[in-house]
């Protein structure tokens, strides 16, 4: 291999015909052309030329900008706004390249895009090769007749999307809503019309900033016989002969037609098979089956929580013409399928995921883009966001259909994890057009993506789009009814007719979803879109209501899924600081409502938290604004906390038809920006209360505890394979002592693996007048499940009245003593009194701690802190601030 420097670009000359490469994750060597990297240093200059500077690719305008001090950071204040200019320019990239002579010579070059963001005319010296309008797409242009003997001139010429979307819009024949976001969204208008991030353009937890730029690798290509385009593999089981197979799939362009044999073979297993294989000039297909025998032990693939994440090497070898082919990858067995049936007691259908025959509850949150700048989302941000989503005990996200698709690390990972992935495909919250050069693009886009990513064990599910059909079911867009039907017909047509029919032709290995929330099978029989898509005797459902009581679970639909749900809440203080002034530092700053794209979401926040809070009321600005900061995110918590526990526990029960919850993804995971939203996990990779709160309320084995009719119940939720005898223990604290006023157990009662199912049932007044001095507002309870080897899972608690209305609850006083030990720092809590929503804060220090936010009973708790960086015991101490619910008031 010879490597050739040549203003900024790389050339690798293969002397034979294979490379070593990463293939959708996994380490694959297969035949490749020679290529011609062109990243690196490109020139950018805007239309009329009066901007000019270096830019790197991949990468896109405003991070080109950025890098050359000719903007600040777009999230430092209020410069989302000011920088709108950026995504109303028309942008052009250029980069100069010699090709080599052993390269230009070839047959076939191959000018490849691995991605355009996004309206563009490309031009090789002054010569139109091609167009893009679609992100999400690969293009290949082929350029052998255009390339030249010495420097060769390549143009990239990028039209403004909010321009262009402007346009389409007011080309089409008809209007397609949404027209423009909600103005508090501060935001471009007709997203819908371009195939791009459709949360570029504002959503309600992000800036709009429009993007431009080649945001992925640009390369030329060149060969002379073949080159492989795509290599895949899927293990399928047949259960009705109890046996395995992997469907391999070649995608291969030729200059003539080859033929030749292929062997695939997977040595672990002592498993081999020979094809006879043509392919034809041009672009072929094949997939080849590779059949094990029916004694094989195979170990397979399972969710985080139910068993390992084991591979087998795939060796692909042989012979075409006078090529030789090899290529190694990946294989994991895994099978998958979404339950609807009926339920006994119910007039719906069951909605839930088996994997490997085996009924999984669904355990995570929704995914949306960890940066408006793709081109920052590095691989660490996004294995440390998907291992703190399994240190929370997730087993699942959810990918948004309104951002990415997502790097192919971030697939690889989460078959590394054992994180399931529901993946949508990238339309959301509108209606689209279905003009042929649309659907023509979003076919190829389909397409393509599919193939990318059906490898992975972890995508578990494909989804149409986001709340499309809920949006033409309940009238989002004030369509008048004469005009109902040709909006119906689009729908069908687009996600049907084009990307159902698209999938299913690539992809029979998992199941597909038209939308979500859906009515699933019923939905189908309805013509797709359903009368009433959140109906909770069908499909999955997203809820969502800031007004009512959150600590109230009548308020919560009983579904079969629930795919979303959320409350917001805003990031710590030593977040919002990176984007912030002293000025900003007011709940009612600019700043504040300007970072708010949820409309009424500041006022919301402090109305649901002023049920059950005493609202913050230092004397001090500064404190008072932190204070806020940290209520918000103890209102957050208790209310997810409150709403997934009540899902998790009606996994096993009907009640009026409803029941049998078999999913909980709460909105959302992780943030695109330093503002309020529904995340449980800070732009800075902070945690939020909530998420330390998932770590519990997700724990494979938990006790639920709630107050019906005057009694408290407690059900004991398992997810385990095994059955288990399990008693509860639960103990009453009055707020002034941190001694147990007293304590007992139930009865032992038989927990079956993946189940939930009541173990306690007592009156409350019957168990505080048993304990001689206690009430509803001078007591709490705690409970706990154990066996006979001691306690199965967290501790939790049950407040009998608001925190509000507590009598004698104490300034606790907690000091701290900060240690290092092999794994990280032990950190040493001794409190005067008992203490809700203990709170540890170290600032700008990047970690975790074990257990964060928690109820404290006890006069000492040791916790241990995980640092992401170099850090000291000193350093941690000195930063460590500790808050209380006590300290607000």
């Given at each position: 291999m010879i490597a050739l420097r040549n203003t900024g670009n790389i050339f690798v000359c293969l002397y034979c015909a294979w490379c070593f490469r990463v293939l959708c994750g996994y380490n694959v060597t297969r035949p490749e052309a020679d290529k011609l990297i062109l990243n690196g240093k490109w020139t950018l200059k805007n239309s009329n030329g009066t901007v000019s500077l270096t830019a790197t690719v991949p990468g896109c305008v405003h991070s080109a900008l950025l890098r050359q001090g000719m903007i600040k950071d777009p999230y430092f204040r209020f410069n989302d706004v000011a920088y709108k200019w950026i995504a109303l320019e028309n942008w052009t990239y250029t980069t100069t390249f010699l090709v080599p002579p052993s390269l230009r010579a070839k047959q076939e070059v191959h000018l490849v895009f691995e991605g355009v963001d996004t309206v563009a005319s490309i031009t090789v010296n002054g010569i139109t090769v091609g167009k893009t309008d679609n992100m999400f797409r690969r293009y290949d242009l082929r350029v052998s007749e255009v390339l030249l003997e010495g420097e060769n001139v390549l143009e990239v010429r990028l039209l403004s999307p909010v321009l262009y979307a402007a346009g389409r819009s007011q080309a089409s024949a008809y209007r397609v809503p949404p027209d423009c976001p909600p103005e508090v969204q501060q935001g471009e208008c007709h997203v819908n019309f371009i195939r791009k991030a459709q949360s570029s353009f504002s959503w309600d937890w992000g800036p709009s900033l429009p993007t431009l730029g080649l945001w992925k690798e640009v390369r030329l290509e060149a060969y002379d016989v073949l080159r492989l385009v795509h290599l895949s593999s899927v293990p399928v089981y047949d259960a009705s002969l109890s046996q395995w197979a992997v469907e391999v799939e070649l995608c291969v362009d030729a200059v003539e037609a080859v033929k030749g044999n292929v062997t695939l073979s997977l040595p672990e297993l002592g498993t081999m098979q020979a094809f006879p294989a043509v392919f034809s000039a041009g672009h072929t297909k094949r997939t080849l089956v590779l059949h094990l025998d029916r004694s094989t032990d195979v170990k397979l693939w399972w969710p985080n929580g139910?068993?390992?994440?084991?591979?087998?090497?795939?060796?692909?070898?042989?012979?075409?013409?006078?090529?030789?082919?090899?290529?190694?990858?990946?294989?994991?067995?895994?099978?998958?399928?979404?339950?609807?049936?009926?339920?006994?007691?119910?007039?719906?259908?069951?909605?839930?995921?088996?994997?490997?025959?085996?009924?999984?509850?669904?355990?995570?949150?929704?995914?949306?883009?960890?940066?408006?700048?793709?081109?920052?989302?590095?691989?660490?941000?996004?294995?440390?966001?998907?291992?703190?989503?399994?240190?929370?005990?997730?087993?699942?996200?959810?990918?948004?259909?309104?951002?990415?698709?997502?790097?192919?690390?971030?697939?690889?990972?989460?078959?590394?994890?054992?994180?399931?992935?529901?993946?949508?495909?990238?339309?959301?919250?509108?209606?689209?057009?279905?003009?042929?050069?649309?659907?023509?693009?979003?076919?190829?886009?389909?397409?393509?993506?599919?193939?990318?990513?059906?490898?992975?064990?972890?995508?578990?599910?494909w989804s149409g789009n986001n709340e499309n059909e809920a949006a033409l079911a309940t009238d989002w867009f004030g369509i008048p009814a004469s005009q109902r039907p040709r909006y119906l017909r689009d729908y069908v047509s687009l996600y049907v007719d084009n990307i159902r029919a698209v999938v299913l032709e690539e992809d029979r290995s998992r199941p597909f979803l038209v939308s979500s929330p859906t009515n699933g099978a019923e939905s189908q029989q309805e013509g797709w879109v359903a009368a009433d898509p959140y109906d909770p005797r069908y499909g999955d459902t997203h809820y969502y209501s800031y007004t009512q009581d959150c600590w109230d679970w009548r308020t919560f639909p009983r579904t079969r899924f629930a795919s979303e749900y959320g409350f917001q809440s805003w990031p710590s203080f030593s977040t919002l600081q990176e984007a912030s002034v002293a000025e900003d530092w007011s709940y009612r700053s600019r700043f504040s409502s300007h970072r708010q794209h949820h409309d009424?979401?500041?006022?919301?926040?402090?109305?649901?938290?002023?049920?059950?809070?005493?609202?913050?009321?230092?004397?001090?600005?500064?404190?008072?604004?932190?204070?806020?900061?940290?209520?918000?995110?103890?209102?957050?918590?208790?209310?997810?906390?409150?709403?997934?526990?009540?899902?998790?526990?009606?996994?096993?029960?009907?009640?009026?038809?409803?029941?049998?919850?078999?999913?909980?993804?709460?909105?959302?995971?992780?943030?695109?920006?330093?503002?309020?939203?529904w995340s449980s996990i800070e732009f800075s990779s902070k945690w939020k209360m909530l998420h330390y709160f998932a770590q519990g309320f997700f724990a494979p084995v938990v006790a639920v505890g709630f107050e019906d009719e005057g009694a408290l119940i407690i059900y004991a939720v398992s997810d385990l394979s095994t059955d288990l005898l399990l008693h509860a223990v639960v103990s009453v604290y009055a707020w002034s002592s941190q001694d147990p006023v007293c304590a007992l157990k139930s009865s032992e009662a038989l927990v079956r693996g993946g189940s939930a199912?009541?173990?306690?049932?007592?009156?409350?007044?019957?168990?505080?007048?048993?304990?001689?001095?206690?009430?509803?507002?001078?007591?709490?309870?705690?409970?706990?499940?154990?066996?006979?080897?001691?306690?199965?899972?967290?501790?939790?608690?049950?407040?009998?009245?608001?925190?509000?209305?507590?009598?004698?609850?104490?300034?606790?006083?907690?000091?701290?003593?900060?240690?290092?030990?092999?794994?990280?720092?032990?950190?040493?809590?001794?409190?005067?009194?008992?203490a809700p929503y203990v709170w540890l804060d170290v600032g700008a220090i990047l970690g975790r701690f074990s257990s964060n936010g928690f109820l404290m009973v006890t006069r000492e708790t040791v916790v241990h802190f995980f640092p992401w960086e170099p850090t000291s015991a000193a350093d941690l101490a000195r930063a460590l601030v500790i808050t209380t619910l006590r300290d607000l008031y």
């Open positions: 139910h068993g390992g994440q084991p591979s087998y090497l795939l060796r692909v070898a042989g012979l075409l013409g006078s090529l030789s082919l090899r290529a190694d990858t990946q294989v994991y067995f895994r099978t998958v399928e979404l339950v609807q049936e009926p339920i006994t007691g119910s007039s719906g259908l069951s909605f839930y995921f088996r994997v490997n025959r085996k009924p999984i509850f669904l355990k995570g949150s929704n995914w949306i883009p960890a940066h408006a700048l793709q081109d920052r989302v590095t691989p660490a941000v996004i294995k440390n966001l998907l291992q703190s989503a399994v240190d929370a005990n997730m087993n699942a996200v959810r990918v948004w259909g309104g951002g990415v698709y997502e790097q192919d690390v971030f697939y690889s990972t989460c078959d590394e994890l054992g994180v399931m992935v529901w993946q949508d495909l990238m339309f959301a919250c509108a209606l689209y057009p279905t003009e042929p050069d649309f659907i023509q693009t979003v076919r190829e886009e389909v397409l393509q993506q599919v193939r990318r990513l059906k490898s992975h064990p972890s995508v578990v599910v009424g979401g500041n006022q919301q926040m402090l109305q649901q938290a002023a049920l059950h809070f005493h609202l913050p009321n230092s004397s001090d600005p500064a404190q008072n604004y932190r204070h806020t900061l940290y209520l918000t995110q103890v209102m957050q918590a208790q209310c997810v906390k409150t709403q997934t526990e009540f899902y998790r526990r009606s996994r096993s029960e009907i009640v009026e038809g409803k029941g049998h919850t078999m999913g909980a993804l709460y909105w959302q995971l992780n943030d695109i920006w330093q503002a309020p939203s199912s009541a173990i306690f049932k007592q009156p409350i007044a019957g168990l505080l007048a048993g304990c001689g001095r206690c009430s509803r507002l001078s007591c709490l309870v705690t409970f706990q499940l154990q066996d006979a080897q001691g306690p199965q899972g967290p501790l939790n608690h049950l407040f009998l009245s608001s925190p509000k209305d507590a009598l004698c609850l104490q300034a606790p006083n907690i000091t701290a003593v900060v240690q290092q030990d092999r794994e990280g720092f032990v950190v040493t809590l001794r409190s005067l009194a008992v």
